[in-house]
Every structure is written in C-alpha cells, then in structure tokens.
C-alpha cells in the first residue's frame, strides 16, 4: 500500500471581517470608561497619537497643524508611484484630523472645558473600601491588648467573613496556630474582637450576631435577648399573640421590642464589603425642553480628546527617514485614523438608538414605570436602519439620564402581552400594579396568589397564579402566610 500526499484545491466562499470592521465593533460596545481606558492604552502604544492638553484646546490651529505640506506630492525617488499615491490620500485626510475635535459636538452648552479635568476626575472617582479584616486591624493596633494576646485576636481577625462572623470554629483557629494557645486565651481574643466595631461583629451565628448589638443597659433587654435566643422563627411567622402569650409579656411590648430587632444588622460586615462596586457614568442625557425631549451625549467629556501629530508629516515626506521608517509611520496612523473614525462612528450611532429609543418611549419619560411600552431591539433597528447586532451593542452597558431616574438602557426594551383592553403591556408594569397590590392589602389577612391573579385581572393584565407567584418571588415578596401581621 502507498501512501502519498495529494493537492486538492477547494472552492468556497467565507465572509472575513476587516481589522477596521472589528475594531469598530469592539469600540461600539464599549462602555465609557473601558474606552477611556482603551484610548489611553493606544496613546502609549501608537506613538503617532497625541493628546489635546487644556492649554492647546483654546488655540487657534496653524496651518502647519491642520494640513500636511504640499511637499509630500513630491515624494522621494524610492518610493514607488503605489506607495506616493497612498500618501497623498493620508494627506488629504489631515484636514479631518486636524479638524476632528474642533468640531461641534452633540452635546449642547457644555462647558465642562474650562474645568480642570483632572481635580474633576479625582473629586469624582470612587474610594477603594477597606476590608472588614483592615478595619478590626486599625482598631487593634490602637488598643491595649496584652502581647500574649494580640496575635490570637490577629488570627482571629484573618479567619473573619466579609458577612462579619467567624468563617470557622474557634477550637480550628486555636489549632491553626503555630504558637500553642489555651481555649481560655482564645475566648478572651474573642470577646475583644467582638467588643469592636461594628456591633455584631465576630459571631459565631445568627443569634449571637443580634445578641451581641443589644445595649444591656436597655430596659427591654432581657425581652430582646430571649426572642433572638428561642422566638426567632415565630417571629419571622408573625405568631405575636403565641410569643407574648408563651412570655406573659404585653403584645404591644412585644411588637415594639420586635421592631427595635428589625433595626438590627444580620451581615454586620456587609459595611466593608470587599465587592467592587460598578461606577455607573451616563452617556446619555434626556431633557425636557419646551415639552419635547431633547438627547445629548454626555459620557465622552472624560475621553482623552486626540488626534495625529503633525511632526510625523516630516517623516511622510521623507527627509532623513528610510523606506522602512515611513512604512512602519504610515502604518500607525492608518491604526489611528481607524481609531478616530471608530470613535466618531461610536458616537453617531449612539446618538440615533438613543434619539430614536426617547421617541419610542416618550410616554415612560412623562409618566413613569407604568407607561413603559413594550420595544424590541429589532423594531429600533428597523427605524434606524441598522443591523439588530449593532443596536444590541450600541446600548450594551450604557446608561441613560433622565427626568425619571439614570437607567440602564437596556432597560427600556422589554416584552409583554395583550392587555384587557387590547394594548400591550409591559412585565415590568405588572410588577410595578403587583407591588402596588401586596402594600396596600389588608395585613392581618394578606392575600393569596390567586387573589392577586384576580385583582390583576380586574385591572386589565390577565396573567396566571403560577406568573404571580414567579413575580412575586422574583421581587422577594414573602408568600401570604409570612406576610400575616396579628392584631
């Protein structure tokens, strides 16, 4: 048997992007600062990009600045009539460039160019949190423990949850240790540490937690004490009258007493949380102006403003450069011309979804949650006349401001079904009727699921118990039984 290697040709058709193409996308579904970000990054590795500086905004530009020489038309004798043509295009395009960012914005009246940027940003940038672990720490270092002690509370400290209870049995911790340590020490460390703040830090449990921020200086104390300890189930059910008839107690002290534990912090280290919280920057502002809604982009004030250094007009031209030099040069500034126009094709295209999204939903900006419409990403793209694609990445992580609230603009397309009346309605306006509902029902007789269904039903969203009681438990609305408050 032979074996060889055979060349056989194939045909076929295959759609490839081009490195523009792609670069657009990407920067299209950027959220504002990842593309500050991005920019930034292509400032330190495009070294023919430069930034605007707050002095340079306000000079007129020279002619040297706005235009690349007419000596580039006459190029050196290297360079071959392919390669002077694309020069002369990169020439033609400096006027754009230069004129790029001296052009009006969308945005109207902002004069957020006279500021300084960079006490702005600092004044508007979120503090890192400190840790619940950091903040038991400072109070340590500050306090008179014995030596004996310090490094027990530490251990103690490190083996803490970001909820603020201990992560693991004491005796565990103790045994983690390299220096051998008593029980008794230990229990010592841990009533310092649980002397701390926040109250209820360091406990074992959930009981201990609410024990621990009890002021035993209070006169309902030992009241407090005992139904954390023994009557934390039914007061979680609402058995009042059963506790107070269990204590001989009054049952208006025991709803009050039941309201001061209410007060009371379940996660006391939730304060410290070491989660990143997402800073959210509008990029889109609606404003009502003489009753009609006017859009403006506001999101890119923060963007580095750039553009292509005139200097490496020199080096098109070819003086004292090699071929190489100025292949490598005009490489770079096709990548920062794609740059440019991908951000201006950004901007544009956000502008028209956001124009054409405040027009779809102009009765949510006038009143509110319950007059959202129901809108799908393809019915915007077909006003607009774009892909549904770049819709969908045009909206992705973007913010809009408005008279009603900043919300996701994701938010503003959602489903929904055929009303009573004929109308579509929105699931979130049946959340919003739903929510309505649950507060102004009668408590000590909340109502069903199914009685929900028919209320519902009687306002004109005619949706099933099983809807009902998917809502419900997505808004975290506690079922009928756990929402009965005794007389």
């Not at 540490?193 to 830090?201: S, W």
């Not at 934390?232 to 059963?242: D, F, I, N, R, T």
């Not at 490598?328 to 990548?335: F, G, N, P, V």
């Not at 929510?435 to 004109?460: F, H, T, W, Y």
Request: proline share 4%; hydrophobic share 35%; with cysteine.
């Amino acid at each position: 048997m032979r074996v060889g290697t055979i060349l056989s040709p194939q045909l076929r058709q295959q759609m490839k992007l081009a490195p523009q193409v792609i670069q657009s996308i990407e920067i299209l579904q950027l959220p504002m600062l990842a593309l500050v970000e991005h920019v930034q990054q292509e400032l330190i590795d495009n070294p023919v990009l430069e930034e605007v500086t707050d002095d340079e905004k306000n000079e007129p530009k020279t002619e040297e600045q706005t235009t690349l020489d007419e000596e580039i038309a006459e190029s050196n004798n290297d360079e071959t009539p392919q390669e002077d043509e694309e020069f002369k295009k990169l020439r033609e395009m400096a006027d754009d460039w230069g004129d790029f960012y001296s052009q009006t914005s969308i945005k109207r009246g902002d004069s957020v160019d006279e500021r300084d940027r960079k006490q702005e940003a600092l004044e508007n940038t979120a503090a890192k949190s400190i840790s619940i672990q950091d903040y038991l720490l400072g109070q340590l270092s500050i306090m008179e423990v014995e030596d004996s002690l310090t490094e027990i509370c530490e251990n103690i400290i490190y083996n803490i949850n970001d909820n603020g209870y201990l992560a693991h049995p004491l005796e565990e911790v103790v045994e983690s240790m390299e220096t051998p340590v008593s029980m008794e020490q230990a229990n010592k460390a841990l009533e310092i540490i649980q002397n701390m703040d926040p109250p209820g830090v360091g406990a074992k449990d959930l009981k201990e937690c609410l024990i621990l921020q009890l002021d035993e200086r209070d006169p309902d104390y030992n009241i407090a004490k005992e139904l954390i300890s023994n009557y934390l189930e039914e007061v979680e059910l609402k058995k009042y009258k059963l506790i107070a008839k269990k204590l001989g107690d009054n049952l208006e002290l025991i709803k009050k007493v039941i309201e001061f534990i209410k007060t009371l912090n379940p996660k006391p280290g939730s304060l410290f949380s070491s989660e990143q919280i997402p800073y959210v920057t509008p990029e889109v502002r609606v404003d009502c102006v003489d009753g009609k809604y006017e859009v403006t982009l506001i999101g890119d004030h923060n963007l580095p403003r750039i553009y292509i250094s005139p200097f490496y007009k020199d080096v098109l031209n070819g003086k004292g450069y090699d071929l190489n030099t100025r292949r490598y040069i005009r490489k770079k500034i096709e990548s920062a011309r794609w740059l440019i126009d991908a951000i201006e094709q950004r901007k544009s295209t956000l502008y028209k979804v956001a124009v054409k999204i405040v027009e779809m939903q102009e009765k949510f900006f006038e009143e509110g949650i319950l007059a959202l419409r129901t809108l799908k990403m393809q019915d915007v793209a077909d006003a607009v006349g774009i892909h549904v694609s770049t819709v969908s990445r045009a909206i992705a992580h973007k913010y809009m401001q408005s008279p009603k609230g900043i919300f996701e603009m994701k938010f503003l397309f959602t489903g929904g079904f055929m009303n009573a009346d004929g109308d579509m309605e929105t699931w979130e306006a049946t959340r919003q009727k739903l929510s309505k509902i649950v507060n102004g029902e009668d408590k000590s007789s909340p109502l069903s699921d199914e009685e929900i269904a028919a209320k519902l039903r009687a306002m004109g969203s005619d949706i099933a118990r099983r809807t009902v009681t998917k809502y419900r438990r997505s808004m975290k609305i506690p079922s009928s039984r756990r929402r009965k408050e005794e007389d």
